[in-house]
């Protein structure tokens, strides 16, 4: 991506602000007792789009996930129905359950069932309350309108706590193109898979196999480098939606339109990234974790990973505590680097920066200063490997008390 | 190990327990202000002894690790020194330090330098006081005892709340041979090596290599089997000395002495693996995770040993919450499962036991039973895989908001 100068901007709007695409939610009660919060969304192009997805790499797969695999071998879709609250997943009905929702949904928005795209997100192990869902898709089906992108981050929470949804705008042939996203995710989102829930939609004309292209590297290096355990769920879910309607060339190569696509889509993921990092279950801080002058790209991945993922890392940043000596051990854990004999290790924040390790042993430091940065809540450790010029960025967040909390008891 | 009824049984006196072993300990002061808790330790066999030793993966080794690896090249040693407080690791001096700590021991203790093993526990990054040190040395080996094997397990304990001290009996060739050994390690231990530090002595006479592979036997289902937190650390040492003075026929190959030898040396390390599993730091409950029937021994430990790191498992034990779905979860992404559609999960503490889940989906059950017997401070976690006939512990602990506060301020 180095050559692509990007020229895109940040705009309103989320996965409506694309031309051709509306979106409808409801709270139908999917969680039982749930009475306010919104639980299902459908979003919609006007007419087909070409589509791809990038899923969960766990063998247990939710049936939501297989239905989609199965809808995008053709490289085309028109329609997104999430629900949250159940994640209809190891349960004797999953399929059936997923096979309905898709059913339902192409008969209320007027879609083929072939054309739609299912995304659960919640408990494992539950029966999905069917009632619930047609009740919710009726509901949201007689909503559409380019209103309702914030309400289908909303619809798309579990236990996230702030709604993830943006927007970029950029040229492509004389045409203005617009890409928008929502997502969802802040526990069990590990490296396999950034994100339990992330929908894109654009109105940029690309080609379904470099859709997928596009896809694969834009995740790579932002929703592939998000850490916030070690966990990774059984409904990763990431699709794209391009329904063309911006009238570019259509993109069939990795031509320069390609680039400048793939440049703002990138931008996109990793703006989402941050928020989801900074967003992970309990969290009071984004970590972000550079790694400089590594040997190779995998090793710089594999270190920003690996610290980033590190519970006693990520405890000692909950304290402002700058215990570098455990960000030291995690690189010799990694298993990505041979020679950790000259490692320099240096926190960043708003507050300023301070270098604390050198060569591996640690500088005198004022503590004082140490703390004062590590309070910020958005922090970069960055770490220089000096053994080559490839760098990586992993985005992580802190292990607070709020974790254990949110997750000793989940399912009441 | 399947054929060898274990002749073993549990006796008092920890490392001291062999023949010809003594001990003393010290409070010198190597951390800050520290005035009361023990810091320094010597452990001291009367004469030369057959050695061995596992170390920390990590390719960050602290120099006690090196120079004991260094001195158990000639498969002899005969004297053990400790120290908690400082990890030695990542500091200008700690070559130099962990040389002069072995030869203030030997001259201390009258024993060749290269016979002493040094080990260290504590902060990384800090040098280590060679003041302290000193005085310690010059203090325990003044007092060295038959009496001391308690203290010497104080002596390395950092966050550990309990002391780790067990010995075994057993009868070879007709002599009575007693095995001890003493442990510490409740954060930063992981399944590379599933102990910071671990000492064992033995009165048997045993062959170095053949010890060696004793050791690693042993360890292997014991130690590498628990799991706190996904760290490894700088600093983990296993090392064995086999005096001979119990007199037995010396064991030189995989005959019965030697299995019945391992059968002894896995109980015992198995006893300090459930130890070290519940005193987990800021843990509450030992969590023994158990596969069965699976299709290797691989797949069984794999499984085992991801479930147990789970950090939404681990917070959902904490919370007394059957959430079996992460468990299932867990399994899918421990990348030893291709097929996940017949898995059993059942729950099972002092308080009975309780099936979650078959043929990997979810059983309706009882939630107030369930809860109950998550509620004991020993629960295991049963999964039947139903794909072979091979089984695997692992050893861990419930994730805690107490985890966090430790590691949230460990230097302060």
Chains 1, 2 share one sequence.
Request: proline share 1%.
């Amino acid at each position: 991506m180095a050559n692509v100068q990007p020229k895109f901007e940040f705009v309103e709007g989320g996965v409506t602000a694309p031309l051709g695409f509306t979106a409808g939610t409801a709270c139908c009660g999917i969680k039982p007792g749930n009475k306010t919060k919104l639980d299902l969304c459908i979003i919609k192009s006007d007419g087909p789009a070409n589509a791809a997805g990038i899923f969960t790499k766990n063998a247990v797969k939710a049936a939501a996930v297989t239905k989609t695999i199965s809808n995008l071998k053709n490289g085309t879709a028109q329609c997104i129905v999430a629900n949250s609250g159940n994640a209809n997943c190891c349960n004797k009905f999953e399929h059936e359950a997923a096979d309905t929702t898709a059913e339902l949904c192409a008969n209320a928005v007027g879609v083929n069932p072939d054309d739609v795209l299912v995304a659960s997100t919640g408990v494992i192990g539950e029966v999905l309350n069917m009632d619930a869902v047609k009740k919710g898709i009726a509901q949201a089906s007689n909503a559409m309108s380019k209103e309702n992108s914030s309400d289908c981050a909303a619809a798309i929470m579990t236990t996230d706590t702030v709604k993830k949804e943006f927007a970029v705008q950029l040229e492509l042939d004389g045409k203005q193109v617009k890409i928008g996203a929502i997502a969802k995710g802040s526990g069990m989102i590990h490296i396999n898979m950034g994100t339990m829930l992330s929908f894109v939609t654009t109105d940029a004309a690309v080609a379904p196999e470099i859709l997928k292209t596009a896809l694969l590297q834009a995740a790579e290096e932002t929703y592939n480098m998000v850490t916030v355990d070690g966990d990774t769920s059984t409904n990763d879910t990431l699709v794209i939606l391009a329904n063309g309607l911006a009238q570019n060339k259509i993109i069939t190569e990795k031509n320069d339109d390609y680039k400048n696509f793939v440049a703002a889509l990138t931008a996109l993921f990793e703006k989402i990234a941050r928020t989801l990092a900074k967003d992970g279950e309990g969290a009071t801080k984004l970590i972000v974790t550079t790694v400089n002058n590594a040997k190779t790209a995998q090793q710089a991945k594999k270190i920003a990973k690996t610290v980033a993922g590190s519970s006693l890392v990520k405890s000692a940043m909950f304290g402002a505590d700058a215990n570098w000596g455990r960000i030291l051990c995690a690189v010799g854990y990694s298993g990505a680097a041979e020679d950790v004999s000259d490692v320099d290790v240096c926190f960043k924040s708003a507050s300023g920066s301070i270098a604390v390790c050198k060569k591996s042993k640690g500088l005198g430091f004022d503590e004082e200063k140490a703390t004062q940065i590590l309070q910020q809540s958005e922090i970069e450790i960055i770490i220089d490997m000096h053994s080559g010029d490839q760098t990586a960025h992993a985005y992580g967040c802190d292990l607070t008390y709020d974790y254990v909390k949110i997750n000793g008891s989940y399912r009441t």
